[in-house]
């Protein structure tokens, strides 16, 4: 079995897989993939050589054992390192230094180890010095590899490592590691190695074959670490890919003289502009500029102190964008002027970014526009749509003296929550539902999950491409990093800036698009979608796609919104949903409780008005795109008050009878008793057991017809009086909650009855369609005989759901839901993603049958998947003519219903 690649071998790795690179980056990992794609084509890379993923998954399964022939792979490849460098590995004459890094097949930046400066001990400082004659850079460089060793090959906490450091600074007075003088990091290296036998109980090793054997073990073993574990939980990274093992030799940026390390974009990946973005740091080693720990530079500094360096640069990030036709996150070293490339990937970027690397991309002719639309993602789109802090809370804040500080806006959007400094306590706090934001002196990859649990990210040190960076832009989590001004105390669990002191617990709101730190709770409002790159995105994608998006919205204002996103039609109106307000109430109550008829027709008279004017406010808004309208669909109790309410108010007032003050104060109670006596036995008349299987939808149309009769008038009045404003009017009535084709053809009859009427007294005719909800599965198995009375069909995916599955979502989603899912019973939560194999089957069945008997019906789906990517790719497979969902999801439902087709698009080339 082949364990071992060298950089130069990308060749032989790529027809050991069959020639696909996809297949390359499974073997090598991502990293160790890229460094010999990028050797061959002529990028300056280090040599080295890559311990496949396979090996990795094999020390897994060898209860952490090195497989068959695997150190002597390696042995033969360091072999070749040696010749192509002209230095030997553990010679102290002319020794060859290594860097053991991991390298999976997707990016998790930070989450598994990386070991520098391999190969030291005491021999090898002393030749390195009269090599280099340069104290300062060899005991760094030997102090960072006993640091690194032992905290993580073998296991020692950090902490006392970082009190020598902090213990040596203060004593200098300075505030950076690089400032130590030559004598401070003699002891610091003296005092490290006690520190490795008191905290492990072994000796520091000093042969270089040991050190590398025990660092390749700790990058597999890190493969299955709880942070590494944590992200791909989060990214959707499968968990039996393995990690590569990249041993690379050492370039020293922590040299003197003309020497540095950095970490540059080949793009700006907070806003997407097409300039170079970065840090970098003179006189360090790699982790010094994404740990936070030291201010960086701008990486447009570099042009004023190594012009040609970069220019080389800037050229290399050109090369490789064009290569890989992806942003690049690329991290160099300068060693004494010469510039090397440690690694390349595709940058994590935050959702503007995205949608601006993609257009760009697309009409710089790199990529072509479907691809485009592919690279970003639907949650991309959601973020555009996340809250934004209203401008007037934000100028309060200001006024107030709020505005704590400003920092680097490294990941756009706003966060609102309460403080915490530990990642376990943000984590705990927001399982119990609080919202909490992490304020850390700089993030680790140890932080992650309380990074993921947190409503945003907030830290004192870092800079744009630091770790809490990488992370918050990877997961559209707010962040503000490299806060000067704030101190951040672990220990007194404090933060404090100018004086002012936050404690744990209180609210803290950041706005991570301006770089923004504010005290207190800031109010919030949803955005406008007007980013332009966004925009035209959005535009490709309408040419693209072949299934419409409309909305569900039941006031105006939702509908404004909706078209403003792109909707074409409104799938859903909720008539019931105007009952509610407050004026109304009253009299949808008065007309359920109506003991006569005449005082139930006196009630439906005072609601006419009122649906009248809310639907004619829908027509106007949607003018020339039809409006489905649902007539009332849940029982009736849903509109009065609680039984059990009212018997505790009975109770109530039959007390206060007991202490009334007067005659007058008695009669009141008595009066209230009366009325309340009253509403209850109402309210006892309507009870059912199983109210969502009783008296709703259909059945309460054909057994109250006068309501829906009023509904109906209403709409067709409204839709007369706006087409006389010069508006096109396009009304779809949609009958819920159909079982059996003679519920659809009875209420059909009186409603088309009562259209009929209206339009002839108006003297207009207005073109309209009556339909109705698929909900039930009976429905879907008898859609051809619905057909007949029936110009379109919506799916009410939701209540289809449960009939399907026999569950109540408002009770499973609460209880043994959650515990199918965690426990892999279920793959999805199937009120989430429609379920393809019953629902989804049903649906088929229904569309079949339907068409069968009317060839041009209209369908659609209303329920809460038509918001839902993957739900969507199953309605372009099932051919429906639109999906309906939230006006906050159109814009999200256009791009995945573009995905759907040029995924299948691609299917059938293939």
């Known amino acids: ?93 002319n020794p060859l230094l290594l860097s053991c890094r991991s390298g999976a097949k997707f990016s998790m930046p930070g989450m598994m180890d990386t070991v520098l400066n391999i190969g030291m001990n005491d021999d090898v400082a002393a030749g390195m010095l009269d090599h280099f004659d340069d104290d300062h850079f060899v005991y760094d460089s030997y102090r960072r590899l006993i640091q690194m060793f032992a905290t993580v090959v073998m296991g020692a906490r950090e902490e006392p490592f970082e009190d020598v450091l902090a213990e040596h600074r203060e004593r200098q007075g300075v505030t950076d590691d690089s400032e130590l003088g030559v004598e401070d990091l003699h002891e610091i290296v003296d005092q490290f190695k006690e520190n490795v036998r008191k905290y492990t109980g072994r000796d520091f090793p000093s042969d270089p074959n040991d050190q590398l054997r025990m660092a390749i073990a700790a990058v597999f073993r890190s493969w299955n670490g709880k942070r590494a574990n944590d992200y791909r939980n989060a990214a959707n990274i499968p968990h039996d890919l393995g990690t590569g093992v990249n041993v690379q030799t050492m370039v020293f940026g922590n ?146 003296g709020d505005m704590l500080a400003t920092g680097l806006n490294v990941s756009p959007g706003a966060a609102v929550g309460r403080v915490a400094f530990d990642p376990d306590l943000a984590e705990r706090w927001a399982d119990e539902g609080k919202p909490v934001i992490l304020a850390r002196p700089e993030t680790k990859p140890d932080d992650v999950h309380g990074m993921l649990a947190a409503e945003g990210v907030v830290t004192s040190r870092g800079g744009r ?19 000067a001004e704030m101190h951040i105390d672990l220990g007194d669990r404090t933060l404090t800036v100018a004086g002012r002191v936050i404690r744990e617990g209180d609210w803290l709101s950041l706005d991570g698009t301006n770089g923004q730190v504010f005290h207190g709770r800031l109010d919030t409002r949803v955005p406008d979608i007007d980013d332009p790159w966004l925009t035209k995105l959005l535009g490709w994608a309408d040419e693209v796609r072949q299934i419409d998006v409309w909305a569900n919205a039941d006031y105006p204002q939702d509908a404004e919104r909706a078209r403003a996103y792109g909707a074409r039609g409104i799938g859903l109106c909720r008539t019931e949903h105007m009952f509610f307000e407050p004026e109304r109430l009253p009299i949808v109550q008065k007309m359920i409780t109506a003991e006569t008829r005449a005082e139930r027709e006196e009630a439906l008279e005072q609601l ?21 309208i649902r007539l009332i669909d849940p029982p009736l109790h849903e509109f009065l008050p609680s039984f059990d309410d009212l018997t505790s108010e009975l109770a109530d007032l039959k007390i206060q009878i007991r202490s009334a003050a007067n005659l007058e104060d008695m009669n009141r109670i008595l009066e209230a008793i009366d009325e309340k006596s009253h509403m209850r036995a109402r309210v006892e008349a309507f009870r059912e057991q199983n109210p969502m299987l009783g008296l709703r939808g259909v059945r309460l149309g054909i057994m109250r017809p006068s309501l829906t009769r009023m509904q109906v008038r209403a709409i067709f009045e409204a839709a007369c009086a706006v087409s006389l404003e010069g508006i096109d009017v396009q009304p779809e ?34 073109d309209y369609k009556f339909g109705t909800m698929i909900e039930v599965p009976r429905a879907a198995l008898t859609a051809d005989q619905i057909a007949e009375y029936a110009e379109f069909v919506s799916f009410g995916t939701n209540d289809l759901t449960q009939m399907t599955y026999a569950i109540s979502r408002d009770d499973a989603e609460r209880g043994f839901l959650v515990d199918y899912l965690s426990n892999g019973i279920l793959e999805d939560n199937p009120f989430f ?17 339907a ?29 429906l003519d639109y999906v309906s969902c939230s006006p906050f999801r159109v814009p999200i439902a256009r791009l995945a219903a573009a995905q759907a087709a040029i995924e299948t698009d691609s299917a059938t080339a293939t």
């Open 1 to 93: 079995m082949k364990w071992v690649y060298t950089f130069d071998a990308v060749d032989k790795a790529e027809a050991d897989v069959g020639g696909s690179w996809e297949a390359v980056r499974g073997l090598l990992g991502g990293k160790g993939a890229n460094l010999g794609d990028m050797h061959r084509i002529g990028v300056p890379v280090p040599p080295g050589f890559t311990i496949t993923t396979q090996a990795c998954n094999e020390y897994i399964k060898l209860d952490e054992s090195f497989p068959n022939d695997l150190v002597d792979q390696i042995e033969a490849a360091l072999r070749q390192v040696e010749e192509e460098t002209g230095k030997k590995f553990g010679d102290a004459d």
């Open 255 to 400: 040299m003197s003289g003309d020497s540095a390390t950095g970490v540059a974009m080949s793009r700006n990946a907070t806003t997407g502009e097409p300039n170079l973005e970065g840090d970098f740091l003179f006189h360090a080693q790699g982790e010094d500029v994404v740990a936070g720990t030291r201010r960086t530079d701008r990486i447009e500094m570099l042009a004023d102190k190594m012009p040609g360096v970069y220019s080389e640069f800037r050229d290399i990030a050109k090369l490789l964008e064009d290569h890989y036709r992806d942003m690049q996150d690329m991290e160099f070293t300068v060693e004494q002027g010469k510039l090397w490339l440690l690694q390349t990937r595709d940058g994590k970027r935050t959702a503007q970014a995205a949608v601006r690397i993609a257009v760009d991309m697309a009409e710089e002719g790199l990529i072509t526009r479907d691809e485009a639309l592919m690279r970003v993602q639907p949650d991309h789109v959601d973020f555009f749509l996340h809250p934004q802090f209203a401008t007037e809370s934000r100028h309060d804040a200001v006024r107030r």
């Open 465 to 483: 491409t630091s770790h809490a960076a990488l992370v918050a832009r990877q997961f559209g989590k707010p962040a503000v990093v490299g806060v």
């Open 608 to 628: 006419l008005p009122h649906q009248r004017e809310d639907f004619a406010g829908l027509f106007r808004v949607m003018d020339g795109l039809p409006v489905i």
């Open 733 to 766: 009535i949609m009958i819920p909650l159909t079982s059996h084709v003679a519920e659809l053809a009875r209420q059909r009859e009186v409603l088309e009855e009562e259209a009929m009427a209206v339009m002839a007294e108006q003297g207009i005719t207005i």
């Open 833 to 849: 993603t429609i379920d393809r194999d019953g629902v989804g089957q049903l649906m088929e069945i229904a569309l079949t049958k």
């Open 851 to 879: 068409k069968s008997r009317r060839p041009d019906i209209e369908a659609g789906i209303c329920g809460e998947h038509g918001g839902e990517p993957r739900s969507i790719a199953l309605f372009h497979e099932l051919g």
